[in-house]
């Protein structure tokens, strides 16, 4: 089922881990209605932007799938509402700053990127239908190794 011009189901619903572990990845009727407004609110128009393919590592995750993976049940992910990628050859910094000033969206997280290496980490961005946040955060672990956010300002 394609989303937007660039952007499918399968693409969003595909893990290696639920294929491993045989589960059955697929959203209900109301998480596709989330994902098709995330790839026309924020995925469609960073690839239109960009002019280049998102590497999507992780799109909607089913309960099931959450569970297996470590994640909450209650994430954005299980609803269909978030997505976490990047574009190979861009900065995720750059890619998440032009989102943060162009987009509306519910929660973007700069993940674990460092000035070392402008490839390293990933984006997380949300869409609600219902209502966005604009909240804008920097994840990275601590010296314990823990992962942290704190406000991107």
Not at 47 to 76: T, Y
Not at 81 to 95: K, M, R, V
Not at 106 to 130: A, K, T
Request: with cysteine; aromatic share 8%.
């Amino acid at each position: 089922m394609k989303l937007t011009a660039n952007f499918t189901l399968d693409e969003l619903v595909k893990s290696q881990t639920a294929v491993r572990k045989d589960i059955n990845n697929m959203p209900n009727p109301d998480q596709i209605e989330n994902l098709k407004a995330l790839a026309a609110n924020i995925l469609q128009p960073v690839r239109s932007h960009f002019d280049k393919p998102l590497i999507i590592s992780s799109g909607f995750r089913c309960a099931e799938l959450c569970i297996a993976i470590g994640s909450s049940i209650n994430s954005q992910h299980a609803k269909g509402e978030a997505s976490d990628f990047e574009i190979w050859g861009t900065s995720n910094e750059e890619l998440a700053t032009w989102i943060k000033s162009e987009l509306e969206y519910d929660q973007l997280i700069l993940e674990f990127w460092s000035e070392d290496n402008p490839n390293s980490g990933w984006v997380h961005c949300s869409y609600s239908r219902d209502h966005n946040r604009n909240e804008s955060l920097i994840a990275s672990k601590n010296e314990a190794g823990k992962t942290t956010y704190k406000p991107w300002l």
